[in-house]
């Protein structure tokens, strides 16, 4: 079957500390995107990328890095930086544009807590 | 940039009844059009896009949505719904050129009553 992994489904963090999120794909697609959803404001992209080893910052980067080494993989690390990593986070990841489904096909998220 | 606004955070309605959740959108640029539904706790799944051609689009579990270029609308619609189309449903607009990226609106929390 192919999809999106996400891994781990919930994860608690103490402040202060960096933590990783794992983002797997065997879609064979070239991009892949990240989202952080908090309630009531829909999803907001942090990175994406078209391409292995490169990627670019989204509307919410601040706090947040990541990496392309594989094509399967794009993982999202928080950093302390971030102010307030409580949410959701989604991994998506779509074949390139106007080359057929034009749509992005989702993980089933993490849900990070900052305790 | 584009913007997407969906007019109703809620919308409360009776199992076998119609529903309309609405969506506007803003965009110096043409647009590709996207409903996704997210189940708690759970990933988005794609109910239905627009790329070109007919306004009028159908999508899964008997939802459809309609483009309305002069408007800058994409309402979904459903003529009867379930019990388990109690879930959160986002729009979305991704630029027709350009790196595919999405934005969404803030999502419309659809709750079915018996």
């Known amino acids: 079957d192919g999809g999106i992994t996400q891994s781990p489904k919930y994860l608690f963090r103490k402040e202060g500390q960096n933590v990783t999120l794992s983002c797997e794909q065997n879609?064979?697609?070239?991009?892949m995107y990240w989202y952080r959803q908090d309630p009531g404001q829909g999803l907001r992209l942090i990175y994406y990328?078209?391409?292995?080893?490169?990627?670019q910052k989204g509307d919410i980067a601040e706090g947040y890095s990541v990496s392309r080494e594989k094509k399967e993989s794009f993982p999202l690390t928080v950093t302390s930086a971030q102010k307030n990593p409580t949410a959701f986070y989604l991994c998506?990841?779509?074949?390139?544009?106007?080359?057929?489904?034009?749509?992005?096909?989702f993980g089933p998220g993490t849900r990070l807590t900052v305790l | 940039a584009q913007s997407v606004t969906q007019l109703d955070s809620q919308v409360p309605v009776f199992e076998e009844a119609p529903v309309e959740l609405r969506c506007n959108y803003s965009?110096?640029?043409?647009?590709?059009l996207f409903w996704y539904v997210q189940y708690p706790n759970q990933g988005l799944q794609l109910l239905l896009k627009?790329?070109?051609?007919?306004?009028l689009v159908k999508g899964i579990n008997g939802f459809e949505a309609e483009f309305n270029k002069s408007q800058t609308s994409f309402h979904l619609r459903k003529p009867s719904v379930h019990i388990s189309d109690t879930a959160e449903y986002f729009c979305?607009?991704?630029?027709?050129?350009?790196?595919?990226?999405?934005?969404f609106g803030q999502g419309t929390r659809l709750t079915i009553n018996p």
């Open positions: 998506a990841s779509s074949i390139p544009p106007g080359q057929g489904a034009d749509e992005q096909f």
């Open positions: 879609l064979n697609h070239d991009a």
């Open positions: 990328s078209q391409i292995v080893n490169d990627f």
């Open positions: 965009s110096s640029v043409s647009v590709y």
């Open positions: 627009y790329l070109s051609g007919s306004t």
């Open positions: 979305a607009v991704s630029e027709i050129q350009g790196a595919q990226k999405l934005v």
